[in-house]
Nanobody, 121 residues
Framework: QVQLEESGGGSVQAGGSLRLSCAASGRIFSINGMGWYRQAPGKQRELVAFIAGGGSANYADSVNGRCTISRDNAKNTVYLQMNSLKPEDTAVYYC???????????????WGQGTQVTVSS
C-alpha cells in the first residue's frame, strides 16, 4: 500500500524556524497535489499550504509570507519550510497527497500520521 511519513516537527521558540518533510512510499504510480494541514487542540483541521503537480503553490493567509512549500518529485517528498514561527502555529501538522496506485488515473487522498509542532513565547 501507500504510506506517508512526516518528520521535522519539534519545539521552538517564537521567531524560530522548522522544516517539515513528508515522504511517500509504497505502490505509487503517480502523485498529484500535495499539501500540509494542521490541527490545533479543540480546532478543526485546516489547510496550511498546497502544491499542485505542476508546482504552483498556495497558502493560508495565516502563514503566507512565512512558509514555503516545495516538492521533490524524484523522491516523492513534500517539504514545508516555516519561518518566524508564532505560538499560534502550535498544532499537529499532517501531510496529504493525491496518489494513483495504477495507470487508471484515479487519485485517492492519503494522509500521514502527523508531527507535532510546538512554538513557545
Amino acid at each position: 500500500q501507500v504510506q506517508l511519513e512526516e518528520s521535522g516537527g519539534g519545539s521552538v521558540q517564537a521567531g524560530g524556524s522548522l522544516r517539515l518533510s513528508c515522504a511517500a512510499s509504497g505502490r505509487i504510480f503517480s502523485i498529484n497535489g500535495m499539501g500540509w494541514y494542521r490541527q490545533a487542540p479543540g480546532k478543526q483541521r485546516e489547510l496550511v499550504a498546497f502544491i499542485a503537480g505542476g508546482g504552483s503553490a498556495n497558502y493560508a493567509d495565516s502563514v503566507n509570507g512565512r512558509c514555503t512549500i516545495s516538492r521533490d518529485n524524484a523522491k516523492n517528498t513534500v517539504y514545508l519550510q516555516m519561518n518566524s514561527l508564532k505560538p499560534e502555529d502550535t498544532a499537529v501538522y499532517y501531510c496529504n497527497a493525491g496518489i494513483s496506485t495504477s495507470s487508471s488515473g484515479t487519485y485517492r487522498p492519503f494522509w500521514g500520521q502527523g508531527t507535532q509542532v510546538t512554538v513557545s513565547s
